[in-house]
């Protein structure tokens, strides 16, 4: 069964860098989402993209986030300059349409 | 605001024993409802959807739009239950809103 996968698994970089967590949705499908868990609460939608271009944005994301679909199989996340508060698990998603979403295993961000 | 609601953070049962793990939701109208779970370790996988009213692994969920509930039930549970389950509803945006999730102890 095809799954969304995500590299790296963890991430720790400093304040200030720039992150790029990386994302291979499932082949055929055509939605792609961006969504975040601090540790210990919920998780919270990020961004979500269709037809090479973002459909929503939360207030999350800020200017120091940006998507990007590089090829026909990759989804990034750029974080510009990572603050420590951006310290979090990272969950690419992908949907066929606007419907089930299905997750990959996540990114631990730790910004030191 | 849209919310979805999960008023315990955990529940502790033995096996064999029934689950409920409650969701509320706010908003009238057709709301599309979700059922995720997160194993140790593991990613958040589809449990159940409203519309599809299928059981999966025992559990089923209900939708009840007099009380704005859509709570996810098993008969007996069992050891390999354990896990975070996280209800969820898809907004008319395609943007999936989360509740806190519920961890689900399952004790021999």
């Known amino acids: 069964e095809p799954e969304v996968t995500q590299t790296p698994s963890h991430q720790v970089t400093q304040m200030g860098q720039e992150v790029i967590l990386r994302c291979v949705p499932i082949s055929n499908h055509l939605y792609f989402y961006w969504y975040r868990q601090i540790l210990g609460q919920k998780v919270e939608f990020l961004v979500s993209?269709?037809?090479?271009?973002?459909?929503?944005k939360s207030e999350i994301f800020d200017d120091q986030f940006s998507v990007e679909r590089p090829d026909g199989s990759n989804f990034t996340l750029k974080i510009r300059s990572t603050k420590l508060e951006d310290s979090a698990m990272y969950f690419c998603?992908?949907?066929?349409?606007?419907?089930?979403?299905?997750f990959g295993p996540g990114t631990r961000l730790t910004v030191l | 605001a849209q919310r979805v609601t999960q008023p315990e953070k955990l529940l502790s049962v033995f096996k064999g024993a029934p689950v409920e793990l409650k969701c509320n939701y706010s908003?009238?109208?057709?709301?599309?409802l979700f059922w995720y779970v997160q194993y140790s370790r593991q990613r958040l996988q589809l449990l159940l959807r409203?519309?599809s009213r299928e059981s999966i692994k025992g559990f089923t969920a209900d939708l009840n739009k007099g009380e704005t509930s859509f709570h996810l039930k098993k008969p007996f549970a069992q050891e390999e239950d354990s896990a975070m389950y996280y209800c969820?509803?898809?907004?008319?945006?395609?943007?999936?809103?989360f509740g806190t999730g519920t961890r689900l102890q399952v004790f021999p």
């Open positions: 908003y009238s109208g057709s709301p599309e």
């Open positions: 409203h519309i």
């Open positions: 993209f269709y037809n090479n271009e973002i459909s929503e």
């Open positions: 969820a509803r898809l907004t008319n945006t395609d943007k999936l809103i």
């Open positions: 998603a992908s949907s066929a349409g606007p419907d089930t979403q299905y």
